[in-house]
Each structure stands twice: as structure tokens, then as C-alpha cells.
């Protein structure tokens, strides 16, 4: 009797940790490639903004310099 009432109650607590256990695990949301995206975009404008005004400071200086 006492085997059958301590069994129960290991089951029923095993039981209740494995659903605990599961609810808390969420699936990782999948990665936003667009965002990804996006941000590789403005890194690119920024790297072009930079090199179009070393390309006009160039320009100047050769300008400069040969006059």
C-alpha cells in the first residue's frame, strides 16, 4: 500500500518536472536576415561616403598643387 502511494507521487512529481521542463524551453526565433541585411547595407553607404570624400580630398590636393 505505502509502495503504491510513494510511486504515485514520485510519478506524479516526475511528471509535473518534465512539463515544467518543457514549457520552459522555447524554440530560438529564427534570425532576422533582413535586418542582417539592412545593417551590412549601411555599412557599405558608410564605407562609400568615406572613400568618396577621400576621393574629392585627392582631387583637391592634385588640383592644388598643380596650379
Known amino acids: 500500500m505505502w509502495f503504491s502511494v510513494i510511486g504515485r507521487c514520485i510519478l506524479t512529481i516526475s511528471i509535473g518536472a518534465g512539463l515544467g521542463a518543457f514549457a520552459g524551453c522555447k524554440p530560438n526565433p529564427p534570425p532576422d ?27 583637391r590636393k592634385i588640383d592644388d598643387a598643380s596650379k
Do not use: P, S
Not at 545593417?39 to 574629392?56: F, P, R, S, Y
Open 33 to 59: 536576415v533582413l535586418k542582417t541585411q539592412r545593417e551590412t547595407m549601411d555599412k557599405a553607404k558608410a564605407v562609400e561616403g568615406v572613400l568618396l570624400q577621400a576621393d574629392i580630398d585627392q582631387r
